[in-house]
């Protein structure tokens, strides 16, 4: 054999680089399905389902064009279970002249693949991913000519380089790079307008199997498959755009912020799985959404903010990844050490907005960003849980979950762990803010307005709590001075009552 071409659960674009000089009479694919890749983290059960449905898909496809595929199936009895060992086993049965692959999306998994040919003595070629528009050399070059990474001036650079939303003059359509403020929009008192489901896609016999078999290989997994109903193929996926682009793409802009009480879905395009899977180009979903407006029929701000998540935010984040790993994963610069509460495993909390977030997740596989940054996450940071136990849960509970997306937005963006490289302050809110931009907190139990007493939000406590406790640092910060002039207004008394009232929420939320 010539090429032996890695393929991971997270490269399965036909178009990809490493098939460039692909031949296949002297070529083969190496592909494995491993129950280390499910269990390093407890990873829900559609996750695992999403990742094995869309390889399977996959390798079909490659077979149907006559393409030699080395493929492990996760029951196989001579299984090794993990990508390594299988690699070796691979490179054992028909040693290659060279193993190619793309680079990884998780720093973990390429330091065990070169391992793993080294080992062999098998030289490994490491190609760039074109997937993604910024190469992470082309992130390095900017990040050098900057004291601060902030993403505002790289989603620009990233405009101008692809013309995405340009005009003939080289400025940004509408004369401004963004148009945030208008995207923060509730709902109201009545709450969202009908709008169609999202678009299902019917298990077929392939995703059949595999869902039997993950109920049968994990058990005792987080999460339910009763719902599944992803995108596993390109062509599905680009169905699920177009239904994006129809129904919800308009209305994304004022709402993306906003929650409502079993509502899972809302205005979101549930097209982050299929793109960190590249089952979907990212190229696609921007000219589409491009093309939207041009038409008119989605308005710029919707468009903008749609595109900043892919072009600017998805980019960003992948460029911090590969910048800082691996000792990125070990920072924690706010010295949070507390465990995961174990109502993240399971819903059974009384704060209505955990519950409602947490239950999603757990039934779906799914949750929005302010979902994540300012309800589970906002409470992991506010209550002070070690940034590693919150990034393992991110990284388990949710179908679009990759290791380079998910780790900056969870250490970095919401728990402020990396001390500022992402973001320019801690996320941090009362209860208020979750009482306005949703109706998660009418009939709950607790008062987003209270600090203390029995009706007191947990939130809004250990908010109190969170800026006292941090204030040294909190303080130098120019974007926390009204937050810190605020607490400065707090009586002692009442400071010690919120101090005394969040170490008791502490001592009871911690084991449960």
Known sequence: MRNLVVVLGDQLNSDSVAFKNWDPQKDALFMA???????????????????????????????????????????????????????????????????????????????????????????????????????????????????????????????????????????????????????????????PTYLPPPIRFVPNETTQTVLKLVEKEFPNHPGKLTHFDWPVTPQQAQKALDDFITYRLPLFGDYQDAMWTNQPWLYHSRLSAAMNLKILDPRQ???????????????LEATEGFIRQILGWREYVRGIYWKYMPDYLGWNALNATLPLPKFYWTAETEMNCLRQAIGQTLEYGYAHHIQRLMVTGLFSLLFGVHPVAIHEWYLAVYVDAIEWVELPNTLGMSQYADGG????????????YIQRMSNYCTGCRYNPVESTGEKACPFTTLYWDFLARHQVRVKKNPRMTMQMKNLARLGTTQLKEIQKKANQLRETLAST
């Open 33 to 191: 399905e491993v129950k280390e890749e499910s269990q390093h983290v407890w990873s829900h059960k559609a996750r695992i389902a999403m990742f094995l449905s869309a390889m399977r898909a996959f390798r079909d496809s490659q077979k149907a064009q006559g393409h030699q595929v080395y493929y492990t199936e996760l029951d196989d009895p001579e299984n090794r279970q993990s990508l390594g060992a299988e690699l070796q086993r691979a490179i054992d049965r028909d040693p290659p002249q060279k193993v190619v692959m793309v680079e990884a999306g998780d720093f973990r998994v390429q330091q065990q693949l070169q391992q793993a040919t080294q080992a062999k003595r098998i030289p490994l070629e490491v190609l760039p991913d074109a997937h993604f528009h910024c190469s992470r050399q082309e992130f390095e070059e900017h990040a050098q000519s900057r004291k601060q990474l902030r993403l505002e001036f790289f989603y620009r650079e990233m405009r101008q380089k692809t013309g995405y939303l340009m005009n003939s003059l080289g400025k940004p359509i509408g004369d401004a790079w963004n148009f945030d403020t208008s995207n923060r929009k509730t709902f109201g008192k009545k709450g």
């Open 285 to 299: 979903v921007i000219q589409a959404a491009e093309q939207a407006y041009k038409l008119g029929h989605a308005p």
């Open 421 to 432: 490289i992402m973001a320019s302050k801690p996320y941090v809110a009362t209860g208020k």
